[in-house]
């Protein structure tokens, strides 16, 4: 079982599609399903059941997924020892952000590091709070900003952590465009726009709940530009960081009793992170 493989068997899991995949792994699909196939026949047993319409893991696959996990984690700290002996002139690094991340300015910091640091290759993940999460604990990211209205879970370690207030965004127009500050209670049946599968849905979701209050689901999506594209158009209003509101030119209000805010992490496995990569990266942001 060669390492390529091990990494085209993880880019087939990740986008569930051959040729996405491919594209990932910068080669052609029909060179990626041989690759695949050899892994299988090394193995003796299919790890994928593939339908004109999607391709699952097989109980073979669901097996390997952990080590196959873990031996990409293990070459990638390998690779970053050997970058630390020659003093970062090569590596990688991997880091995870959610969409709504206004706490720091992460393209500019990855510029500067970049500008510092021009052997090393930086790899950016974009995803919801779970993905980015287990994509941490897999190894498959080293660094990753998280959500959480709890404390972290004890597998994960915070280097970091920042409070975003919330607000409510609104279309011109709306009854309450001309707020600045509104009642949670005052937004009973109002119809909203949810940012879909998302830990800011599962906030308001549970902040409404908490106090009694109804509120009207009637649209959903999963990317902040269409999420402000949808309020802008009267579907219903939603709840966003008060800097996406302000970059949206939307109307804002500030909720109160109860306000809203939450927590962003900068977090990762272990406390000693032994990708050297990784550890100028985060001594970088967190400077």
Not at 139 to 166: C, H, I, K, M, T
Not at 195 to 223: K, M, P, Y
């Amino acid at each position: 079982m060669e390492l390529r493989q091990v990494e085209h068997f993880l880019a087939v899991v990740r986008h569930r599609n051959f040729t996405r995949a491919a594209r990932e792994v910068h080669v052609v699909q029909s060179a990626l399903s041989a690759s695949i196939r050899k892994l299988e026949a090394d193995l003796g047993a299919e790890l994928f059941d593939r339908t004109t319409r999607r391709v699952t893991l097989t109980p073979a696959g669901e097996a390997l997924l952990p080590p196959a996990r873990r031996m990409i984690a293990d070459a990638e700290a390998a690779r970053g020892e050997i970058a630390a002996v020659a003093g970062l002139a090569r590596g990688q690094v991997s880091i995870g952000t959610i969409q709504t991340l206004t706490t720091v300015d992460l393209p500019a910091l990855l510029g500067q590091f970049r500008g510092r640091y021009p052997a090393i290759r930086i790899h950016v993940r974009e995803g919801t709070n779970p993905i980015l999460t287990a994509a941490v604990l897999a190894g498959e990211l080293d660094l990753s900003y998280v959500v959480s209205a709890d404390p972290l879970p004890d597998n994960l370690v915070a280097f970091a952590r920042w409070d975003q207030r919330l607000v409510l965004l609104t279309h011109p127009g709306h009854r309450l465009a001309a707020r600045r500050r509104i009642r949670l209670a005052e937004l009973a049946g109002e119809p909203f726009v949810d940012f879909a599968g998302s830990a800011l849905e599962d906030l308001v979701d549970r902040a409404f709940t908490g106090a009694g209050i109804r509120r009207e689901q009637v649209c959903e999506a999963s990317h902040v530009p269409l999420l402000v594209a949808l309020v802008a158009a009267g579907l219903g209003s939603t709840v966003l960081p008060e800097a996406v509101a302000e970059q949206s030119g939307l109307p804002f209000a500030r909720i109160v009793e109860p306000a809203l805010s939450r927590t962003i992490h900068l977090v990762g496995r272990t406390a000693e992170i032994t990708n050297p990569a990784a550890r100028a990266l985060l001594t970088h942001l967190l400077a």
